[in-house]
Structures are given as C-alpha cells and as structure tokens.
C-alpha cells in the first residue's frame, strides 16, 4: 500500500476540547432574540378519531401567545412515501403523535397550558406487531394508503395496512430449494428500540418577515429539511436557510425529517419569532423515531457439503404510525438477509406495516443488524445439523471477488476480504481452549460474520469546498454532519494528505449552514469518509491545478512541466525554479502591483458510481463499495442470576484503509457496546392501549461503564476499496451488526439453547437453564 | 421567589428563583452556564453533574433551596485560561471524547474524585462512573481518559511544587 503522511495517524480531533471544556454548542444551548417556547400535547389514544379540540382554556392562560391544532391542515411530507403530516388532523395514529401545541413566553408556561386544552376521542383498534396490523380484519390505520405520493420502486397495497410490499428474486428459488439436500428455517425478532443518543431531537423555526424561514435543527439531513420545508410552505428552497450546531449523537434517528415539520408548522402561526422546541428524553422515545421492529422468517437450504443452494426470508416490519422513514429498512433487511454469504437462487420480501406505535426510522446498521441476527444463528444450526465446523460452513460460501451480491451485484478484490477478518477474530478468541464450567459460572464462545451493503439514492451526492488563504492555511467546508464519529478530523487528515501539507494548517468547517455548506444529501450509511473524503481529493486536485496555472505565468513554462509539493510549486526538471504556494494562492502580484491569476478555492461532490434502483426483479447497483468483517466473543454465564458478562469481544473489518487509529477504534468499540445493549438489554414495550411502557433511561436499559466487555480487540484488514479517499470505506455502521448473533451463538455454545429473539434476558436464560437442556425459545 | 447566594467557579453569584427551582435551569438559564447537559431530567444519564460542596450532584433534580451558600464548580470552571486542567487533557490525549454531551458530566465526576482522592483504586475511580451513560464510545476510552487523568493530575502536582 501507498505510505500515507498524515492519513492513518492519529490527529487530536477539531471538536474535542470544545468539547471537554463545555463551550461546544448544541442545540439546547442556542438562544435568539424574541425566542419563544412550544411545549406539545399528545394524544390519549394510540389509535382514534378526533371528535373535537377545545382550545379556549389554554389561550387564556398565562404567558400563552398561541395555541395551535393540526385542524384545516393540509401538508403532508416524506420522501419516500408523502404519508407524514406535521400535527394530527382527523385521526390520532400513535400515543406520541403531536395533537397540539402551546406556544407562550417560557417553556413552563407552555407546558403548563397544556392542560387548559381539551380533546373528546372516538378510540380505534390498536395494533403494536406487524403481524396483528396484517390480519384480514384489522382496521386501517391510513385510509388513503395507496393514494399518497410515493417512489415508483416503493409498492403499497392499497386496503391493507400494508405500506410496502418489496420483493427480491434472484436465480430460482424453487430449484435452488429442490436442490437442498438439508434445509433449516427459524423465525427471528429483533424488537423496536430506541438509538437513544445523549442529546434529545430540538429545532428552533422562525418564519421571518422578509420571508425566509431559518431554522436550526438536531438533524444530520440539513438540505432535506429546507428542501421539505421550501415544498410545504411554497417558498424557493433557498429561501430556507438551515443551521446544524453540533450534535450530541445520532445513531441513525436524526436523519430524515423528524420533529423539524411539526415545530415549523407550530412556528408558522406565530411569524415573527423563533419558535424553540426541545424534546424531553420520554418525548425523544415516543415522538420521534424508533429503532428495528423487525421480525425475520428464514429458510436456508444447503447440500451435505455445506454449499448454500437458497435462501427465503420474509421480513415483518412494524413500521409504525407513518412509513415514510421506516420504509427502506424493511426494504434493506430485505435484500441484505442474505448476510456475508452468497445465495445462487433467492426470494426475499420485506413487508413495511402501519402500526399505532411510533415511525421507525434510521438505526445504525440500517436493516443490516436484524438481517445478521437472522442468518448467522441459522448458519450456526446449519452447521450444528450438517455436522460440520461452522467456520468451514461459512468458508464455503463467503461473498468475494467473483461472487454475486443478492442485490446482483458483481464483487471484486476492491470489497474487501472477508477471510482476513474471520482469521483476524479466530486468531484473537478460538486459539485457545475456553475455561470450563465452574461452580459459579458457564462460558461461551459465538461468531458472526457480517457483510454491509451501502445505502444511497439517485441523488446522493457529498460535497467538499476548499480555499487556500493568504498565508497558505485552507478552509474546508463540507455539508457533513458531525454527530461524534470524527468526521471533522477525517476532513482534516484527507485534505492534508490530498493537498500534501500539515493538518495544522488546515481548519475544518463546525456548523452546517445551508447557506453556505455544499451540498450534501445527507450524512447516512457510514458514507462520509468515502464520499465526502472523495469530493475534497477531487477538490484538492482542482486546487492544485489552479496553482499550477498561476505558477506556469509566474515562472513562464507550460503547467505540465510543474510539480507542487503543499509549499511551492516548481519545475520538475530543475526544482530550483519555484515559486511559493504563499505567493501565488491569491493570484501573483508582479513588483510593480499587477496580479495575474485567481484565489485558490475549489469545489467538487462525490456521486455513487452507477447507482440504481430497484429493478423488476428488486435488485440494483448500490453504487459503493460493500464491507466485511467479522465478530466473536467469550462470555460467561452466571448460573445463579442468568447474567451474560460479556469477557472478551472481537471485531475485525476490511475498512480499506485507516484514516484514525484512534478514532476508528473508539468509534468500533462504541458499536459493540451499542449492540450489546441491544442483545441483552434494549426492548421498548407496549401495553395493549399502545402506550410505551419504558420511555425513561431507568426504564429502557442501555449498557453502562460496568457492562462494557472486559477486554475488546479490534483489528482492521486494509484491503484499497477503488471509491473512497486512498481507499478508505465505511465503519460507522458496521460494528453492530454481528454483536446479537455472535452473543446469541455464544450463549447456545454455553448452555444448550437455541435464542431467536432478542434482548436475552437474565430470566430467559435461569428459565431455559432450569427447564430442559436441550430447546429453542 | 427568594434569593440564593453562592458561588459558581469561585465567583460570588445572586439570583432569584423559587425554592424547588433546579440547579441546572439556574445554571443555564440564567447565568448561561449551558456545559452541563440535559439528558433525561430524572436522575438516570448524569450528563448534568456539576460539583457541590467537594461532592458531585445531579443538578437536573438538585432544588435551589439544597444550594444556599453552596460552592459549586462547573466544567467551565476548572481550565486555566488556555490550558487544559489535566483531566480534561487526559480525556481528550485518550480519545474518550465523540459526541462530547456526556463529557462534561465525566469531567466533573472524575474532578470531585481526584480532588479527594489523588490515588484511587481502580474501584474508585470507575464505580462512579456506573451513574454516567455513554452512548458513543463503549466506555472503553472513558476508562482509558480516567487512568490517564490519575497520571497527569500527579505530574500537574509535581510541576506545581518544583
């Protein structure tokens, strides 16, 4: 591999003593002039007809400057499927919908004169579960399903509760079954949860007079935002002007449209003043997006010698109350069930279905944690029923050059090498014999491989705008946004490599300002240092041509003869003819006063090679690089309690090349906690009237410091992928999505007993210990 | 309301608030010290921890009335004009740091522990971090942030005193 000066170095990150001095701002910390405080009111019923809403009481109340209700509107919004509406209209669809708002001089009073508004309900039927919202008699939660705006590629079924019905065939499944020799199928559930960043959504909406509408906003989706916001309110999309401070976490749920709608409809009675809305963490759980809901029935079929000949999955998805968000993951859990392996025959559908819960949105892994958690348990049994050893299973049939993706894409040596991986984890956990059974406690040891297809769009393009100042330092600016994963110092050691000088003299961007920030589509699906890190190399390259060009004036030669090397640019021949970069990245000024030339500053976005949709088949070009990589871990049971610890957790990813140690490591080691947190511990639950019954942090459990494993390694395989920045791909995602299964498998390798769904709790596991030895729950 | 007095980062400060009025609305609110964070307002993230009296307290709950005549100390107070105070260095040079809205909160913990305890076991210096959640990093930069911090307050002592 290429040596590499300052990318694969660890650089301090730009954001990090803003950050550990307190002085970074978020959200919750911006205050405007003339700001005023809107508090909302949700609904009793999950599911239910809205009689009547009596505001009078409220608007009389102290401080109240308005109340507003979703009555008389008429906007809906989504970019997928245009079913999301800012308040609620004629019906109440789930518990943490916005029914009303009060607006008034302090959150207290406005929070307060919730209470003065009355609300008279006529309940529905409520559905929780995909599978009970399918039923033939259930009632529909959208009426009009089928009739609002959606992507051609985005099937509803009109009638039904049934938003999207997607459907994936490759080969013949009906041959590649016939062919099986063994078959194994189970039903998985991965439950909705909550990606529970620190920091809540917030937005601050101002409709001005000189009517723009400025915001700011929690979101990692800037320019989606204006673009639905220019669309709801008739306005010129730049006359939408949206800021992004920093961001206390995201995790996937900040992305799309959440809150922003709701609070700009809120702000648009009250023209004039910046309206503030700040979501209490119980509101950050019931009203604005949820995480999985995603429950996968999955039939494999294998010859004796382990080759995989098909595959079926069916995936339920509770989409929740509107599908706009949640659509595409039930599509991307779809056409990823097939994990790291590569299936010659199958049929994969997803089903997104309304249900009376909250819209499931974005969680890191996108589809991909739920599809994994399916099929390397499977493979696991497989394995178990073939009598073969299961890393012998997967060998056989990893995706790599050569192979087909279920999608139909072609792989080469530039995806990454799954088997260094799966070598990297063996090496670091099945080398050595784990401890046998003690009074106290039983251990364990699970795998998973895992593969990540990336997420775009037609239109997904990052963008990268760099100028050089006077005293040769540069300024970058990205529309990306920085949610913690450390894509400020991405920016600053990718533009210091591409342009060959010391990061220190080169500033990054903080805020996103859509204003002034290129264009981005939106910071999602681990892209932005693939993307992003592309459009500043092809941004850098413009750069250094237009220094070249001044440079060829100055000292009189034809460009192709100049070298630059981030100080000077010179004659490659005789480098003595120079002329410093300091000199000529303003233009050249002559002895006398008189430039030639032009300021150095350059522009360039990164689009997807080749992306398409869906084709009649459901498969299609995703346009980037795929990632592999590989998870196991060592746990323990205790036998007394049931409690899994979790001792040593492997992690392993072909990321093509490493841009920060450090920050890659902390960035993976965040991740399996996160996934540790959802195999043991995360589940939200609904009581039958649809409310959540663990909206709170000492409700829903997320994993704290002494739930951490004991000891992580994590190890990166560097094979050059050929789209991003000296051939770095994604990670952002990945650290998740063989985290359940490689638990799952670990506790079947400790006590005997097959999971399928998860959190695996404590109780679940005393239970199966003491009932039979041998059985699947 | 009624008056309370104490200090913030060695200042002297007065504001009227009502008794059962929380530290941490005071704080940011009004005298727009916003370093400590709001992160789910019933006890359980610890993203609002500031030091009171040498002890840490959440301050998302903490009544006005429990503060009379209080010392407190906020993320904002312990830097020395451009220099880092050590804990602070050592959770940046270790990483710790993604997101940064739970950081204050650590900072100020591992403060309250290092000012009465230079050298704590490893029990405690992390056990008081169990009331910290972490969405981002796994805690294991955390881990590594607060060894380190127990290392820099040492060497910050020693140059103090050659």
């Known amino acids: 591999m290429k040596q590499m000066t ?433 009074d106290t406690y039983v251990y364990g040891r699970g795998f998973a491989a895992i593969m990540k297809s990336p997420k775009g769009a037609p239109f997904s393009t990052k963008g990268a705008y760099l100028k050089f100042n006077h005293d040769g330092s540069v300024s970058v600016n990205c529309g990306g946004a920085e949610v913690g994963q450390g894509l400020r110092a991405v920016v600053k050691q990718v533009t210091a490599e591409a342009l060959k000088i010391s990061p220190d003299r080169v500033r990054s961007f903080d805020e996103i300002d859509t204003q002034y920030c290129p264009y981005e589509w939106q910071t999602i699906g681990s892209m932005f240092t693939t993307q992003g890190g592309r459009a500043i190399v092809r941004a850098a390259e413009k750069a250094i041509a237009q220094l070249k060009k001044t440079a060829a004036q100055v000292l009189r030669v034809d460009e192709d003869f100049l070298e630059y090397d981030g100080d000077s640019v010179f004659l490659k021949s005789d480098p003595s003819v120079s002329v410093p970069v300091t000199e000529i990245c303003r233009g050249y000024m002559y002895p006398d006063g008189i430039t030639v030339g032009e300021v150095v500053q350059a522009t360039a976005d990164s689009r997807l090679p080749r992306y398409s949709g869906p084709d009649q088949n459901g498969q299609g070009n995703m346009g980037v690089s795929y990632t592999f990589g590989a998870q196991g871990c060592d746990i323990r049971i205790e036998k007394k309690t049931g409690t899994v610890f979790v001792d040593h957790f492997a992690s392993s990813f072909d990321v093509g090349r490493v841009i920060n140690p450090m920050i890659i490591r902390s960035v993976v080691a965040g991740g399996v906690v996160m996934g540790i947190g959802a195999a043991l511990y995360e589940k939200l639950e609904f009581d039958e009237k649809g409310k959540m019954k663990n909206p709170r942090f000492n409700q829903y459990h997320i994993p704290r410091f002494n739930e951490a494993p004991g000891k992580q390694t994590i190890e990166f395989v560097e094979t050059p992928g050929e789209i991003g920045p000296f051939g770095a791909r994604g990670i952002g995602e990945h650290p998740l999505l063989g985290v359940a299964p490689a638990i799952v498998n670990a506790i079947y390798d400790a006590i005997g007993v097959e999971f399928s769904e998860i959190p695996v709790t404590p109780q679940q596991i005393l239970a199966a210990m003491s009932g039979n030895d041998k059985k699947e729950v | 309301m009624e008056k309370f007095t104490f200090t913030v980062n060695g200042k002297r400060r007065t504001v009227e608030a009502e008794p059962n009025d929380k530290l941490l609305d005071i704080l940011r609110e009004n005298l727009n010290l916003t370093g400590a964070k709001r992160g789910c307002d019933n006890l359980s993230c610890a993203a609002c921890t500031v030091v009171v009296n040498g002890k840490t307290e959440k301050s998302c709950m903490l009544q006005m009335k429990k503060v009379q005549g209080a010392e407190i100390v906020t993320v904002e107070g312990i830097a020395n004009g451009m220099d880092l105070h050590p804990i602070q260095r050592a959770l940046v040079d270790a990483g710790a740091v993604q997101c940064g809205y739970c950081i204050p909160g650590i900072v100020m913990e591992l403060y309250a522990t290092l000012q009465a305890n230079p050298n704590p076991t490893d029990d405690e210096l992390f056990s008081p971090l169990n009331e910290h959640l972490c969405r981002c990093t796994g805690y294991e930069a955390i881990k590594d942030g607060a060894k380190l911090a127990v290392e820099y307050m040492k060497k910050a002592k020693t140059k103090v005193i050659a």
């Open chain 1, 6 to 438: 300052y990318v694969g170095k660890d650089i301090e990150r730009p954001d990090a003593i803003g950050k550990v001095t307190g002085k970074t701002i978020y959200l919750d910390d911006v205050k405007l002039p003339g700001m005023l405080h809107a508090a909302i009111l949700r609904p009793k019923y999950a599911h239910a007809m809205i009689k009547s809403i009596d505001t009078s009481e409220a608007e009389a109340m102290e401080g109240v400057v308005k109340v507003v209700t979703g009555q008389g509107s008429d906007i809906f919004y989504g970019d997928n499927i245009a079913d999301q509406i800012p308040m609620a209209v004629e019906k109440v669809r789930h518990m943490g919908e916005p029914l009303a708002a009060v607006v008034a001089e302090t959150l207290e009073q406005a929070r307060a004169a919730l209470k003065g508004i009355k609300v008279e309900y006529e309940p529905l039927p409520v559905y929780t579960d995909a599978l009970e919202a399918m039923k033939d008699d259930a009632a529909l939660i959208h009426e009009r399903n089928g009739e609002y705006w959606h992507l051609p590629t985005l099937p509803p079924v009109p009638g039904t509760n049934v938003a999207c019905h997607y459907t994936l065939n490759k080969g013949d499944i009906q041959a590649g079954m016939k062919e099986a020799e063994v078959t194994i199928e189970g039903e998985f559930d991965y439950p909705l949860g909550s990606c529970a960043a620190m920091e809540t959504h917030g937005t601050i909406a101002w409709f001005k007079e000189d009517r723009q509408i400025e915001v700011w906003s929690t979101t990692i989706c800037p320019f989606i935002v204006r673009e639905d916001l220019a669309h709801a309110y008739g306005r010129p999309i730049g006359e939408v002007r949206v800021h992004v401070v920093d961001l206390g976490g995201c995790f996937g749920y900040k992305s799309d449209v959440t809150i922003e709608q709701t609070v700009a409809y809120i702000a648009s009675f009250v023209p004039g003043h910046p309206i503030k809305f700040m979501s209490t963490r119980q509101e950050d759980f019931t009203s604005t997006l949820l995480g999985h809901g995603i429950r996968t029935r999955m039939k494999i079929g294998a010859k004796k010698d382990g080759t995989v000949t098909g595959i079926e999955a069916t995936v339920f998805h509770t989409t929740g109350a509107y599908a706009d968000t949640g659509v595409n993951v039930a599509m991307a859990a779809a056409h990823n069930a097939g994990g790291p392996y590569e299936f010659p025959n199958a049929n994969l559908q997803g089903y997104s279905v309304y249900t009376n819960t909250p819209p499931v949105g974005a969680f890191r892994g996108y589809g991909h944690q739920e599809s994994h958690l399916a099929v390397e348990i499977l493979m696991d049994r497989l394995a178990r029923k073939l009598k073969m050893d299961p890393f012998q299973l997967r060998e056989k049939n990893y995706l790599g050059p050569g192979k087909t993706t279920c999608l139909g894409e072609k792989l080469w040596k530039t995806n990454g090498d799954i088997n260094a991986t799966v070598t990297k984890v063996k090496d670091a956990l099945f080398k050595t014999p784990k401890p046998k059974e003690d």
